[in-house]
């Protein structure tokens, strides 16, 4: 089976998932959203084949932007999900290497919102999120380093204004090992050289803030 097939696979197991998930009785209501926010993203690297060994990584600002459609199901819950370019990745301080991925996301979120006021309403929601890398700098998808596909956990929270603006903020955690057999790590004692380690486990984590519209 060629790589292309199977990544057209997933693509219509989400929208399978996405059509299943929004199937709606006429009772029901959908609303649609745009984004757009940062991204503060790095990732967590443990290197099986190494027992001690100095963490350099901090984390790497990028963008978040995309559209989300939203369908009540009660009165105060609601299933939201979307189709999210977003960046993660890392800045590694010992080399001044900033690794970016970029990523098609697709969250599934169930959610909970309270009214503060008649202009004003807290919401919350969480769920998992399914991710495809569809370009990277350094090559990383294409030299072995990184596999295309993510899948983890998601969370948001934040305020809604006139019914139509709102400000959140959240949070992804990557439950798929995406780092391939070997992973490239800064060699402290060459720097600007790297060292190939083999075992790697590799997630992604990333923090969020966006701002919606809501149609």
Request: proline residues 1%; aromatic residues 18%; charged residues 20%.
């Amino acid at each position: 089976m060629s790589l292309k097939l199977f990544g057209h696979k997933k693509a219509c197991f989400l929208l399978l998932v996405l059509s299943v998930f929004f199937s709606a009785h006429a009772s029901d209501t959908l609303s649609f959203q745009i984004q757009a926010g940062a991204n503060f993203a790095r990732q967590n690297c443990k290197l099986v084949d190494v027992k001690n060994i100095d963490n350099t990584v901090s984390s790497i600002t990028g963008a978040n932007f995309g559209v989300r459609i939203e369908r009540s199901i009660k009165k105060d819950f609601y299933l939201n999900a979307g189709v999210i370019f977003d960046m993660k990745g890392y800045s590694d301080d010992t080399t001044g290497l900033d690794l970016r991925l970029y990523y098609l996301t697709v969250p599934l979120h169930f959610g909970y919102r309270y009214t503060l006021s008649d202009q004003a309403r807290f919401f919350t929601d969480f769920g998992p999120y399914f991710s495809y890398g569809i370009n990277a700098n350094h090559n990383a998808f294409e030299d072995d380093i990184y596999k295309k596909f993510d899948f983890g956990l998601g969370f948001r929270f934040g305020l809604e204004f006139y019914n139509h603006w709102s400000v959140a903020l959240g949070g992804d955690f990557g439950m798929l090992n995406i780092g391939k057999q070997e992973v490239l790590y800064p060699d402290k004692s060459k720097k600007g050289e790297y060292e190939f380690y083999n075992n790697s486990r590799i997630h992604n984590f990333c923090l969020s803030t966006a701002l919606l519209y809501r149609f």
